[in-house]
């Protein structure tokens, strides 16, 4: 099979199911800034202590999972048999549970917030920072996209937790590298 098939050379893709849209859509920008998001964890999975692989990657599994329901036309979710088109597992309450149990422990680990923190203090904590603004951007886009035709609730949750747990993860790198953490002190 050949990576290149042409078929999006006139500024269209297909959803899955089949559907031909333009590249600007709102599905296309939400899922791929889902896959943009997926690739900056990679980064950071190769930058950071092997501590957080086994999560990292079980991240990576879900996004590859939201981003395909994010890419599922909902016109045509069934095939003609009566079969779900995608037949893996969505994003569930576990998956947002195991974000939570993962920010708890680090949680306990780390010293009290008192201010905002500027991003930065080490290469790897700020690739931890840039993973969570790319991951507040793809929720943005997710949003806006259950505005338009509705989203499953766990997979906007699942956004909004797994913002919280990379800045969590950027504080534990800082505590771990013994990196300073700068307060942002307003003039």
Not at 61 to 90: C, H, M, Q, W
Request: with cysteine; charged share 30%.
């Amino acid at each position: 099979m050949k990576i290149y098939t042409k078929t999006g050379d006139k500024s269209t893709t297909a959803l899955i199911g089949g559907t031909r849209v333009a590249k600007h859509n709102i599905k296309i920008d939400a899922y791929g800034t889902v896959d943009e998001l997926n690739a900056f964890i990679g980064l950071l999975r190769d930058k950071i202590s092997d501590n957080y692989t086994e999560e990292l990657i079980a991240i990576q599994n879900n996004l590859f999972v939201l981003g395909s329901f994010l890419a599922l036309d909902k016109s045509k979710e069934k095939l003609p048999n009566g079969k779900d088109r995608l037949a893996i597992k969505s994003i569930d309450e576990q998956d947002i549970l195991f974000l939570e149990k993962k920010i708890d422990q680090m949680e306990e680990t780390l010293p009290a917030m008192t201010h905002f923190i500027l991003p930065g203090g080490n290469e790897n904590v700020s690739v931890c920072h840039v993973c969570r603004t790319v991951c507040r951007r793809a929720e943005r886009k997710t949003s806006l996209l259950n505005e338009a035709e509705g989203v499953s609730p766990d997979i906007l949750k699942y956004l909004n937790r797994l913002s919280d747990y990379l800045f969590v993860l950027a504080r534990k790198l800082s505590m771990d590298l013994q990196a300073e953490e700068i307060p942002w002190k307003p003039k």
